[in-house]
């Protein structure tokens, strides 16, 4: 019941977040991409994954977020902000500490990759001034992405990262 009322209450405030989320949306070439954020659940993806996944990016500035379900949060560490349990109320909206650092990173594209719905991930990218913001498409995230990229169940982290980055490159813009 808890967790029924998590989603709506995540999906009303989501809902609220783009309306309110005056954003100027455009597609961002990749060579011209210089600052991305990258949003993960830190329950799947291990610190060294994280690590190898961040060679991808190039060399681009990278400022890495994410969410873990356990009651203490992994840290923080340089780019990496893992928040936790402790830091969301009971029905799943980061505090507003966690808010105001997450809206004061600024970003060329925001990539999500979480392969599942994960609800205070899913608040903080329907808050995200992102110019071009990308990831899985997923039930109940109408209009939350400007790239959405399918791929079959069970995609891997690492997958999804190198399908997204395959199309940033591929499509070119003006």
Not at 65 to 73: L, Q
Not at 109 to 134: F, G, M, R
Request: aromatic residues 10%; hydrophobic residues 40%.
């Amino acid at each position: 019941m808890l967790q029924y009322l998590r989603k709506k209450y995540t999906d009303y405030k989501v809902f609220g977040n783009q309306q309110n989320n005056k954003r100027s949306k455009k597609f961002v070439n990749w060579a011209d991409i210089q600052n991305i954020v990258l949003l993960y659940s830190a329950d799947k993806i291990t610190a060294n994954h994280l690590n190898f996944l961040l060679e991808l990016f190039e060399g681009k500035n990278v400022s890495v977020w994410g969410f873990s379900n356990r009651e203490i949060a992994p840290g923080h560490g340089g780019k990496i902000n893992i928040f936790g349990k402790k830091d969301i109320n009971l029905l799943g909206k980061p505090s507003d500490h966690t808010i105001n650092t997450f809206k004061n990173v600024s970003c060329d594209v925001l990539i999500d990759l979480c392969t599942e719905e994960v609800l205070p991930v899913k608040y903080l990218l329907s808050l995200s001034n992102a110019p071009c913001k990308c990831g899985l498409k997923k039930v109940d995230f109408d209009k939350l992405y400007d790239l959405e990229v399918s791929a079959p169940a069970k995609t891997k982290e690492d997958e999804l990262l190198k399908l997204i980055i395959f199309y940033l490159k591929a499509i070119k813009s003006k």
